[in-house]
Structures are given as C-alpha cells and as structure tokens.
Nanobody
Framework: QVQLMESGGGSVQAGGSLRLSCEISGFLDNRLCKAWFRQEPGKEREGVAG???????LYADFVEGRFTISQDNAKNTLYLQMDSLKPEDTAMYYC???????????????????WGQGAQVTVSS
C-alpha cells in the first residue's frame, strides 16, 4: 500500500522561502510521475510542478522559475522548494503519485492514484 505524507508547510512573509517534503512509503516505479498540486478554499485543485520519466521536471506557468521540484530516491521523498513566495501562493499543497502509465498531462488530477493529506502554506504581505 502506497502512502504519501507531506510536511514543511507553514507561514512566511512575502519574498520568503519554504520547502515542502512528501515522504512516500511503499513501492513506486520511478519512471512514473509525481507532482505537487495546490488548492485554495472554493477553488479547483491545480498542478504546481511535476516530476516524470525519471527526471523530467514540469511547472505551471505561474511558478515563473520560483519553485523547484526534486526527489531523493534513497529517502523516498519528494520535495518542493518554494522561493520568492507571494501572497497568492497561499493554499493547501498536496503531493501526488501516479500508479500506472497513461497519456494524461502531468497537471491532470485523473493521472494520480495516490495523494497526501496536504500541507498548508500561508504567505503574508
């Protein structure tokens, strides 16, 4: 059974940084995608960054080079380094992992079978 658990959320002032971690238990094929999503109250969950095909990184346009997705295979942990944070980055952040290959784009919710419980990120102006 695969389980994902986020940590590292918190409150920060605009311009600050946070690093989210997602510890993954259970076996996952590293050729499949993992990703970070976020969701504000009353809004749809949206893709932030994806890590696919054993190393390819993909980002939403709004990231604008401020975030970096990475993984440590030895620790079975996915990371999202967030720099130059803005108040509009305030949201619940979720990590997600794919279970089987498909043709859905990395930012599609339907692509991912496994989800973490979420970590709150709050950025104040």
């Amino acid at each position: 059974q695969v389980q994902l658990m986020e940590s590292g959320g918190g409150s920060v002032q605009a311009g600050g940084s946070l690093r989210l971690s997602c510890e993954i238990s259970g076996f996952l094929d590293n050729r499949l995608c993992k990703a970070w999503f976020r969701q504000e109250p009353g809004k749809e969950r949206e893709g932030v960054a994806g890590l696919c095909l054993a190393g390819a990184t993909l980002y939403a346009d709004f990231v604008e080079g401020r975030f970096t997705i990475s993984q440590d295979n030895a620790k079975n942990t996915l990371y999202l380094q967030m720099d130059s944070l803005k108040p509009e980055d305030t949201a619940m952040y979720y990590c997600a992992a794919q279970s089987v290959g498909d043709y859905e784009p990395w930012y599609s919710l339907q692509k991912y079978a496994y989800w973490g419980q979420g970590a709150q990120v709050t950025v104040s102006s």
